[in-house]
Structures are given as C-alpha cells and as structure tokens.
C-alpha cells in the first residue's frame, strides 16, 4: 500500500560521529549560503541614502550556492537517513526572496466582507 508521505526509515541516533558530522557539515553549507544571501535581500528606503544596488551576476552566484547547498543536505539526508525530499517542499531561494519577519502581517489580513 502506497503512503502520500514515507516516514523515515532512521533517525539521527543511528548515525556514527562521522556521519553526523557530514549531515551537519551539509547543514551549515546551507546556513552560510542563505546568510550570504541576506545582503541581495531589501532594505528600508529612506531619504537621502543611496538604495544598495548588487551585481546581478553576483545575487545569481549566491543563488546559485544555496541551490546547491540544499540539493547537498537532501542528497546527505537521503544518504544517511534515508529521508526524502518532498515534493511540496519549496526550494531555498525561493523562500528567501519573500518571507520576512514583515511578512507575517500578512497572515492576519481580513478579507472584507461581501455584501
């Protein structure tokens, strides 16, 4: 019988020291990627200061490192613990683009009523 979600067949404490500190190494790969990535993220705009501008080539690279970074830590988990990436899970960059803290007011939006 098929299941939407596998559950995973391991858990971190079947792992050896040296495997567990692959999984971490693959884990804060992905930390130092998203972090790196902060500086291509918006400020706030205020009068009289220059609006930061990035090399697009620059924001790609960096981009492109955190791709890498999270298909690394899935390829370790599978690996390791035999955990699979689902198929809802949204990539990396793409969260990064669009949730700030900020954005958390946008869960409390009331739709109007229709009259």
Do not use: C
Request: hydrophobic share 40%; aromatic share 8%; proline share 4%.
């Amino acid at each position: 019988m098929s299941r939407a979600i596998e559950e995973p067949q391991k858990s971190l404490a079947d792992l050896t020291e040296v495997e567990r500190d692959a999984l971490k190494a693959a884990h804060k790969r992905l930390q130092d990627a998203v972090h790196s990535y902060d500086k291509f993220l918006g400020v706030e705009l205020k009068p009289g200061v220059d609006v930061p501008m990035h090399r697009m080539e620059d924001m790609a690279a960096a981009q492109r490192e955190i791709d890498e970074a999270e298909a690394e830590l899935w390829r370790v988990r599978e690996e390791l613990l035999d955990w699979r990436r689902p198929g809802w899970a949204q990539s990396a960059t793409s969260v990064a683009d669009w949730f700030s803290e900020e954005d958390a007011d946008y869960d409390n939006y009331q739709l109007p009523s229709s009259a």
